[in-house]
């Protein structure tokens, strides 16, 4: 199976300045259509979009049998039909087999080395509805914006356990957290760290160009789910109700510049191997028309808030969840697998020894949380499972037997 890659340059005419709030038009727009764009949305060629939605929507469990992952196993490139085996019922008995080579694969590609990096949350302002998020518009929580000398306040501290790389992270909104407030943030870091990244709200190429030229080297966003009736209940209103908008980010920011994207689906909204499936497919597509881009693969499972994780129909078992992580490396064997503080002390050094390339250490999930003089500011996103500092597991990943890595790129 074969796709013709987005030529890279499919763009409209640049828009001045970063994308506004919906307008009442916009919104009636979205609200009837998940697949829409707002006027002022940056708009891409549909052609990987569609391949992989019919792709994920082709897969059917029960076409697959112990004969189809074996023949997988056997492999040494995989095609699309070789990871929908691995993700399937039938792989399950096979995990052992799966993670052995998922790590033959990892030393191979990686050595011993896990990078660590550590997020940075500025701003908790969001304009979206998603009923699984603590910074969900219409919860009662506390918010806080960072000032620029609160956000170097925290620089320094984060700086001072030896960290190399940060991600900076916004709640989901353009006109509190604009694009020039985030880029001089940005500015701020490029003195303290080699690596720096954004998770914030999906922009324009224009403004991921002001933002790559303020010091963001890498983009990760979180689809959330492939699968669009889930997508469309779980985002009732906002910008992030724009389904298309949303997956082209990655693409958007590799136009303007930047060196690596991360991809996601947030495991439980739906089925795990449609959504495992169509990530995949995602970061494989995007890797063939950017083939010198560093992709990533993060695998976040959801988690409670407040102690309070609500009800799902989709949660993912630990099995399932490094089956899904197994068939990831395999399937696409040159990207990091990042495994963040959501998950268990346990569970990230069992990984790490497997397939996991990159894991989060002294993280902070509110506003300003690694200074004293900035803590309490504003209430966290979600419970955090591994609450290591950097020394920690700075200490526990040499115990294992693995590399410490604090970056992997000098800035010029």
Known sequence: MNILPTPRHMM???????????????????????????????????????????????FSDKNFTAHHVEQALAKDTLEPEDFMALLSTPAAPYLEAMAQKAKTLTRARFGNNVQLFTPLYIANYCHNGCRYCGFNSKQTIKRAQLSMDDVKRELESIAQTGLQEILFLTGESESRSSIEYIAAALELAKPYFANIGIEIYPANQADYEILHQAGADFITVFQESYDLKAYEYYHPYGNKR??????????????????????AALLGLSNFRYDALATGLHVWSTQQAFPAAEL????PRLRPVNGELGHFNHLVSDRDFLQIMCAYRLFVPQAQITVSSRESKEFRNAVMNICATKVSAGVQVDVGGHSASNKHRSSDQFDISDTRSVAEMHDDIQKLGLQVVYHDHIRV
């Open 242 to 263: 724009s389904f298309p908008y949303r997956f082209y980010a990655q693409e958007r920011a590799l136009n303007s510049g930047f060196r690596g994207a991360g991809f």
């Open 12 to 58: 409209p005419p640049k828009l001045n300045g970063h994308i506004k709030t919906a307008t009442p038009d916009d919104e009636a727009v979205l609200k009837n259509n998940i697949m829409a764009y707002t006027s002022s949305m940056d708009q891409l060629d549909m052609t990987r979009l569609n391949y992989v939605l019919n792709t994920k929507n082709s």
């Open 296 to 299: 990533s693969f993060s695998v």
